[in-house]
């Protein structure tokens, strides 16, 4: 009896057990796994060199327009100048802003780099007359940029009339700041002289000696069969130096297209 007992209770204890851990499971399985939360996006600002590059220009171009400064002197003791660029010495900001309100004017930064900073006082009309003349004065300034170059191929038994047209296209390129590369083929005669196709860049140059120069002078190529050249326009210093030489035509500035004195473009025969 006591076995019999003993197993009974061994067996209601594993079914007991087994309904628990069934349980459990069901449970679980009803449920489901946790399904993943979908990824959050982070925002962020990306690192960009063209954006430093960006805000350090934006913040160069403002420090070095032209505008007034108002009242935020940082600077203790700054050189005044009046209205008049009358020298007004050093002063204390305390004293420019009392000016400043009394004469109502406003102050320019002129110089940060001086010691103490040079500013100056300024009328509203003033200031806009000043950004009026810098910005025609960027206008007028030439654009940085890489130099083109035109080319021009022809060949030294050329007549006259034709060199002289192909000199007036030379001296046009080179009004518009352009590079022109020469090249003078041999001609077909067999009595012709060696040095002719190197005399006819040389008349070329001297043709539009006011505008232009060597940049680089005559070489041979293609096994002595022709003569290449590059003219380049005259720097300023450059015209400026030819003008003022003795025995130079005048007007040449004024008078390269109508075949006055200067580059006419019209070759010497």
């Known amino acids: 009896m006591a076995a019999l007992f003993l197993k009974k ?40 060199t063209e954006d430093t590059q ?5 913040k160069k171009k403002n420090e070095t327009a032209f505008s007034s400064v108002g009242r935020k002197i940082n600077e203790r003791i700054i050189h005044v100048l009046d209205e008049q660029g009358n020298d007004l010495g050093h002063m204390h900001r305390a004293n420019v802003i009392r000016l400043m309100a009394e004469r109502d004017l406003r102050l320019v930064k002129r110089d940060a780099s001086a010691e103490p900073p040079q500013y100056q006082l300024l ?11 810098l910005r025609e004065a960027e206008r007028a300034a030439p654009k940085p940029g890489p130099t083109l170059t035109k080319e021009l191929t022809f060949s030294s038994n050329i007549g006259q009339h034709d060199l002289n047209t192909k000199s007036k296209q030379i001296q046009q390129w080179i009004e518009k700041k352009y590079k022109v590369q020469i090249t003078v083929k041999k001609g077909k005669s067999a009595d012709e002289p060696e040095d002719k196709m190197e005399e006819m860049c040389n008349r070329i140059v001297q043709a539009v000696s006011g505008i232009a120069t060597f940049s680089s002078r005559p070489q041979p190529i293609r096994g002595g ?9 005259l720097s300023k210093k450059e015209e400026a130096a030819w003008r003022a030489a003795p025995g130079t035509p005048r007007g040449d500035a004024l008078n390269r297209g109508d075949g006055k004195d200067g580059a006419s473009g019209v070759l010497p025969q």
């Open 9 to 48: 209770l061994t067996l209601q204890t594993i079914k007991t057990e087994n309904c628990c851990i069934r349980r459990c499971l069901s449970k679980y399985i009803l449920q489901g796994p946790a399904s993943p939360r979908p990824p959050r996006l982070i925002h962020a600002k990306a690192f960009s």
């Open 54 to 58: 960006d805000e350090s220009t934006k």
């Open 123 to 133: 009328t509203g009309a003033q200031i806009y007359q000043e950004r009026l003349r």
């Open 225 to 233: 069969k022709a003569v290449m050249c590059v003219l380049r326009p």
